[in-house]
């Protein structure tokens, strides 16, 4: 009887949606995947994974009922904020932001040191103007002569310009970044879901 009690709940508190027959059914799904109190639960987007085709209505919607009635819980895993540096092995780079930004300041300028010849073998197309370098694309976004680019790059907020740097970049047909540097992009950790301890009462009946 123990399922039989929580569709029971979850009618008699979300009667009035049109939902209910999905909120029971993720319940379950939940229960039958051992998300208690004491376990990391699932994203948003992994439950859509394993059970929005199972549904009428969307999982985020079946979510927020079953939250309002705890029944489901929602919680973030670690920081609120993951900061990604999208160059890196590993990805979230919290804690080391100002150190990642310089690394990837160096990296980027070493790419433009490189590259400080026009994409082109016509050396007559140089000559005409019609070659353009790395260092020009990316002097030209910070509305800069060429040759103050490396100390404006080095100073100031180092985020703010590597992100406008490899979005110059990004933008040129003849020039992409190479995979020592990149952007650093601030998300929101997502939200987890997991029973709650009256949802396990319930299932326990």
Known sequence: MAKEDVRIYIYRNKRNTHSTDDQVTLAHRLWGRGELPSEEGVTRREAEELWESELEHSVETCLHHLEEIDIVESFRKGPETLVIADWKDDGIVNGS???????????????????????????????????????????????????????HLRTGDLVKKLNTAVGSIEEQDEFSTRDDYGRIQFINSPYRYRLTSLAVDLYER
């Not at 490189?114 to 005409?128: G, L, Y």
């Open 97 to 151: 932001v100002d150190e990642v930004a310089a690394e990837g300041i160096e990296a980027l300028i070493d790419h433009v040191l490189d590259m400080d010849s026009p994409p082109s073998d016509d050396t007559s197309a140089v000559a005409d103007g019609a070659g353009v370098t790395l260092r020009q694309v990316v002097a030209g976004q910070f509305d800069l002569k060429p040759g103050s680019l490396e100390s």
